[in-house]
């Protein structure tokens, strides 16, 4: 059953399930749970939601991903990014803490859900191509900073707001003289032991001498460590009652069954920034799905990923869950705990679901600055500036588009930052196009090959002007051919044949053969032959359908080399009459 | 003075000047004077401006571009499509009719100078190349349609209004009870005799055996008789008593020196819809003085005649005028009546000067109705659907991009029209540039040249494939190659060595970078060898700036052949072992 298995992955790799891949999966799952529990409570305050929210985002989506999905080891859930992003988005909408803010959370993930599974039946995965890396590691850095600041107000235990650095670090500034300094004390150790977890327990234990499994495991379970002694002391010390807020209560059931709001005017609002969170949600879980797949040989297929993907939206639509993709960190974790299938994803889901029934009264009293720490020292991760260096080597323009995106995204939202990084990278593109590398190339001696004339020591003839053009002809520089070969023909007195080698013409739009024939046009005035070397066959194909290749003032040659034999030599004799 | 002459083309020109140049600019200036008169107030009319705006804005705009501008032949002045533009924008900041609304256009025709100056000192003319031909094309047609159409209300002498071909059907037939019969006889009959006038009278006078240059007078005089026949009947019959709308009492005056309203609300409000009327007078203009000059073996300087419009623009801002450009009817005539230099500008300007202060008494009753026939005959000569046919056959994507086009400028404005068709066709190149073409190619036998695989009967060898990528490589296709690369050599089981020949790579940007390193990873850890070849020196220069050169698994060939010498023959013996 090739043709239904494509859309159910599961059936190829469920048939071959023994059991040392469950035990494996098993494994895998039990460590994947432990870190995803204070994880999933930490991200959905990043988002706005009540506590449970992050629970139930992480069941069903996982379930329905293991279902559809094409990556072995992709974790599905809430993320930093995406939850950010729902912030911005469901905040424009609607208050926080509000019935309608949830609701509104339901509407997100479903038309994001919608988007993904569409984009996926339309086969239009290519369209995630339009978000350049150095875009996304821009975007990625500057919100990761977005995202470290907006969970200040967390650990300063003060009311603040706002989508942007100024706005939050002006809203900070001002309610800082709020600050509760227990929440501050508590905020503040929990996040240097979770940074010294992440960098030096590691590496500690290994001087022990602790087995690596181990070692895996209790650097793992440093949140948990942070979520269990913050909440005894808030508990033990009746810290609540001196303003240390809290998470409360968390109902203490399986994922409900919720209906997103669907009226127009909701649907209207949201869906722009459902579009956005899609994308971007569908780039950071293509990008670790392939990173980690190419680790095994395997392949990953981005059509099917979108409909995964869309599954897991869906899913969390109905589930009292909100927006969900592949994250890094759980993705990463779970490939290098040994997930070998997408079952260890379902077990996963199944730790879960025994969390959220028995686990939740136990969080009551857990402080919000511990899940505001665990969620710095997450995202300080994904800060990197070194592709500011890195771009600047190699680009310029690489560049402008990631300082663009960063500046843009810091200073007037997550939206409008990746709308701008994104705009820029194709206007840069297209300005570089405009200007096309024309090469005026001549025969490299003993060889059949031509190169420029300035940067090899070639044969040249006079009479003869061959130039390469080194893009497609199209539209935005339709015109600068036309000035380029009569500024050329125009210099040179004795030229006779001017041929245009094709070699790097990808395309000839409408536009740039209007200009080819306006060149065909004047060289014809001017008794020059024009002539093309090195068409290839699809841009061929097209050109027939035209007058140009009948009206050609000279001809076309299979190779350069033909067109130098024929015209080249030919021509030498000529010369000396 | 190279330098100082490269802004002032006239110190070229000027110099050179004799009374045989001076007799023809005399001739060509007349013929194009007397052409001039009806349609400056007919476009002026169009605008939604008193009459005298069409005649002023063509005296210090010519003279100025006399001045500054690259082009022997063109005359600058008020054209159809830019006066439609220009009641469309002033349109919504102001009332036709009032102060406020002159005021507004004197701004628009600064906004509109200034800009074109900007780009011209800035070296932007590339900028105009984004309106590809099929979109002009287009937009042309379309804004023929809509003119005449608009005209239509002046015909019928009812009062409607709208500015879409819906809009505009809906008004004149909501209003089509109030026609003035009169009006309407006039209207018709002008349009007539100016229809006949333009595909008769020539082939006629010809059959006659009248000179030539009388015959062309004649012809360009057919405005002017129906000018001077319809208002000489509305005086004598006193017709404007009943019910025809005439042009009425005109100031007998020069240009006077005006202000363009500068409030920033006013200001803001037309800034866009000005640099759109720059960037859509450039492209005319520069079309028509392209074509021309190439008629004489002629050059212009896209970016100087910027300036040339630029100071025209600013010069029609403080007299009187609104926005300018070069039209094609005035300067073909101009050019036709054999204008040598700029100076027949000069001339011209000279004849509507006396025209403005000697004859506006006499045009007191013209009646709009022919103004209007004019304008409809004259832009009728813009539509021009073979476009559709030509796009058609050549490229779907053209094609499309006229349809859209066509539709939106009829349907939604013309703003939203060319807003639309830039828009579609830059995403359709970048749809095209996505998915691009990759061919495997071999040796065509008996050469150094290598083609398709598929199309050309080539040598290959099984332990090496070369792709030939025919596309530049930046992020709208990065991963395109990733998936392609790893698909065809997971497929082919006894592959050694992969060639991806660089001949049609133009570009190289810092996302496909990283996706040539991890193709190259991926290869290594396979035990297959990655090279390149026929790499330009612009890429190469790239790349060496990158890691990829030093970690490339595998060599950098200067020709495919070599590649081929190097991987192909010394893998066969190999293949036996």
């Known amino acids: 059953m090739p043709s239904f298995g494509r859309y159910l992955p599961i059936l190829d790799w469920g048939r071959r399930y023994d059991r040392q891949a469950l035990a494996n999966d098993l494994i895998a799952a039990l460590i994947v749970t432990i870190m995803l529990i204070p994880q999933s409570l930490a991200y959905a305050l990043l988002a706005g939601l009540p506590p449970e929210a992050g629970i139930y985002a992480s069941i069903a989506p996982i379930l329905l991903y293991a279902i559809f999905g094409t990556s072995r080891a992709l974790a599905v859930g809430p993320v930093a990014v995406v939850s950010l992003l729902t912030a911005t988005a469901v905040g424009q909408v609607a208050e926080q803490g509000t019935a309608g803010y949830a609701v509104a959370a339901l509407t997100l993930a479903l038309l994001s859900g919608g988007f993904l599974m569409l984009m996926g039946l339309l086969r239009l995965g290519f369209l995630a191509n339009f978000l350049s890396h150095p875009v996304i590691a821009g975007f990625i850095t500057a919100s990761g900073i977005l995202i470290a600041t907006s969970q200040l107000k967390h650990i300063l235990g003060v009311g603040a707001h706002g989508h942007t650095l100024p706005e939050m670090l002006v809203s900070i500034l001002a309610h800082l003289n709020e600050t509760n300094w227990i929440t501050l004390f508590i905020g503040g150790a929990a996040?240097?032991?979770?940074?010294?977890?992440?960098?030096?327990?590691?590496?500690?234990?290994?001087?022990?001498?602790?087995?690596?499994?181990?070692?895996?495991?209790?650097?793992?379970?440093?949140?948990?460590?942070?979520?269990?002694?913050?909440?005894?002391?808030?508990?033990?010390?009746?810290?609540?009652?001196?303003?240390?807020?809290?998470?409360?209560?968390?109902?203490?059931?399986?994922?409900?069954?919720?209906?997103?709001?669907?009226?127009?005017?909701?649907?209207?609002?949201?869906?722009?920034?459902?579009?956005?969170?899609?994308?971007?949600?569908?780039?950071?879980?293509?990008?670790?799905?392939?990173?980690?797949?190419?680790?095994?040989?395997?392949?990953?297929?981005?059509?099917?990923?979108?409909?995964?993907?869309?599954?897991?939206?869906?899913?969390?639509a109905f589930t009292g869950g909100y927006p969900v993709t592949g994250g890094f960190a759980r993705s990463v974790v779970n490939f290098d705990a040994?997930?070998?299938?997408?079952?260890?994803?379902?077990?996963?889901?199944?730790?879960?679901?025994?969390?959220?029934?028995?686990?939740?009264?136990?969080?009551?009293?857990?402080?919000?600055?511990?899940?505001?720490?665990?969620?710095?020292?997450?995202?300080?991760?994904?800060?990197?500036?070194?592709?500011?260096?890195?771009?600047?080597?190699?680009?310029?323009?690489?560049?402008?588009?990631?300082?663009?995106?960063?500046l843009f995204t810091l200073g007037m939202g997550v939206e409008v930052g990746v709308a701008s990084g994104v705009a820029l990278s194709v206007l840069l593109h297209l300005y570089k196009t405009s200007r096309p590398h024309v090469a005026e190339v001549g025969l490299v001696p003993g060889t059949q090959h031509f190169r420029n004339v300035n940067r090899h020591k070639v044969h040249t003839c006079p009479e003869l002007v061959t130039l390469r053009v080194d893009e497609s002809l199209y539209f935005v520089n339709a015109r600068f051919l036309e000035d380029l070969v009569q500024k050329r023909v125009t210099e040179g007195c004795a030229i006779r044949n001017v041929v245009l080698m094709f070699s790097a013409v990808n395309e000839v739009d409408y536009s740039a053969l209007e200009s080819l024939e306006a060149i065909n046009h004047r060289l014809r005035d001017m008794g020059v032959g024009l002539h093309l070397s090195e068409v290839k066959g699809p841009v061929m194909d097209r050109l027939r359908r035209s007058h140009l290749v009948d009206d050609l003032n000279g001809r076309i040659f299979l190779s350069q080399y033909d067109a130098w034999e024929a015209l080249a030599r030919s021509n030498v004799p000529r010369a000396a009459e």
Chains 1, 2 share one sequence.
């Open 338 to 406: 040994g997930a070998e299938t997408p079952a260890a994803g379902a077990f996963t889901a199944l730790g879960l679901a025994i969390a959220a029934v028995a686990l939740t009264p136990l969080v009551h009293y857990l402080p919000n600055a511990t899940l505001a720490a665990t969620i710095i020292v997450a995202v300080l991760g994904l800060v990197d500036l070194s592709i500011l260096k890195k771009t600047w080597g190699y680009s310029r323009a690489d560049f402008v588009a990631v300082v663009t995106t960063i």
């Open 191 to 316: 996040t240097a032991f979770l940074f010294w977890v992440r960098k030096n327990l590691r590496p500690a234990l290994g001087r022990l001498g602790t087995p690596a499994l181990l070692a895996d495991f209790l650097t793992k379970a440093g949140p948990v460590a942070a979520v269990v002694t913050t909440t005894v002391a808030v508990w033990a010390f009746g810290l609540a009652d001196r303003g240390v807020n809290i998470v409360g209560s968390v109902p203490q059931s399986l994922p409900p069954l919720t209906m997103p709001g669907l009226s127009s005017e909701l649907l209207g609002a949201l869906l722009l920034p459902a579009i956005l969170i899609s994308i971007i949600g569908f780039v950071e879980s293509v990008s670790v799905a392939q990173t980690l797949a190419a680790k095994k040989r395997q392949r990953i297929d981005p059509d099917q990923e979108l409909i995964g993907l869309g599954a897991a939206n869906l899913g969390a």
